[in-house]
T-cell receptor, first 118, second 113 residues
């Protein structure tokens, strides 16, 4: 099946610093990637939709200046949490839509990044 | 509006029992896609199945089976002869155009030895 990697898997940082999370589709090209946030024992909350070569579309209530998303290529999207604060601590998950090459369109998820802001 | 409901918050079974996870969806679109994902304690969501709205055939994959019924807007997931490794949170999801996915709240399955 399609593989999506995410790096780093875990990060601990001090309040006020910025953290960059990378999401890569390893064996397919992804025109669309999604960024989700998941709080403990809750479902996934969509933060933004990232399309290659264009600005990300943010969900209501998500600060675009705080959560910077860049989708520079068909295999890489990055999420930067700027000036992180303890309330930004969460599990961040990216996903990518695979399409083409005879493969059914499906959403595949990365392994997630657990962010802890001290 | 699109919506997915997983009414079962948590289910506990003993190993080898069969268990069914319910998923009810709402959509006004005639074309849509349904998914099931497994999220083990490690956190990574694992794709299990995708079903198109125009294909109501039930599917079986090993101990897993899915019952898609448009008449009741349900897409239920059954695990036969459950195993401890099946313990996870299972999410049902819906999309109509792959621009946005709607997830249920998840069902936590505990399989006890």
């Amino acid at each position: 099946g399609a593989v999506v990697s995410q790096h780093p898997s875990r990060v601990i940082c001090k309040s006020g610093t910025s953290v960059k999370i990378e999401c890569r589709s390893l064996d397919f090209q992804a025109t669309t990637m999604f960024w989700y946030r998941q709080f403990p024992k809750q479902s996934l909350m969509l933060m933004a939709t990232s399309n290659e070569g264009s600005k990300a579309t943010y969900e209501q209530g998500v600060e675009k200046d705080k959560f910077l998303i860049n989708h520079a290529s068909l295999t890489l999207s990055t999420l930067t949490v700027t000036s992180a604060h303890p309330e930004d601590s969460s599990f961040y998950i990216c996903s990518a839509i695979s399409a083409g090459g005879g493969v059914q369109i499906t959403q595949y998820f990365g392994p997630g990044t657990r962010l802890t802001v001290l | 509006a699109q919506k997915v409901t997983q009414a079962q918050t948590e289910i506990s079974v003993v190993e080898k029992e069969d268990v069914t996870l319910d998923c009810v969806y709402e959509t006004r679109d005639t074309t849509y896609y349904l998914f099931w994902y497994k999220q083990p304690p490690s956190g990574e969501l694992v794709f299990l199945i995708r079903r198109n709205s125009f294909d109501e055939q039930n599917e079986i994959s090993g101990r897993y089976s899915w019952n898609f019924q448009k008449s009741t807007s349900s897409f239920n997931f059954t695990i036969t002869a459950s195993q401890v490794v099946d313990s996870a949170v299972y999410f049902c999801a819906l999309t109509n155009n792959f621009n946005k996915f709607y997830f249920g709240s998840g069902t936590k399955l505990n399989v006890k030895p």
